[in-house]
């Protein structure tokens, strides 16, 4: 699994005129986007988002993994 990066010519027209913040995003060129991902060699699977995280006595608790044990209960409808 790693991050999701992009690059081109006209990736940045949004982002400026930018917050320091998002300045930060971009490295040496290429967009952090701060989506986790996994390459299989023939599909980009998108998991989620690296900084979505929730830290509970020291264990770093995604929100796509709760989301994953709730969408099992049977009364509780999908998240639109």
Do not use: F
């Not at 992009?6 to 971009?26: M, N, Q, W, Y």
């Amino acid at each position: 699994m790693g991050e999701l990066q992009i690059r081109g010519t006209s990736l940045t027209a949004r982002l400026l005129p930018a917050a320091e913040s998002d300045r930060l995003l971009i490295a040496d060129g290429w967009l952090h986007t701060g989506r986790s991902c996994v390459h299989d060699g023939a599909e980009l699977v998108m998991c989620g988002r690296i900084k979505d995280v929730i830290i509970i006595g020291g264990r770093n608790i995604y929100p796509q993994d709760i989301e994953q044990v709730v969408g099992r209960i049977d009364d509780i409808p999908p998240a639109m």
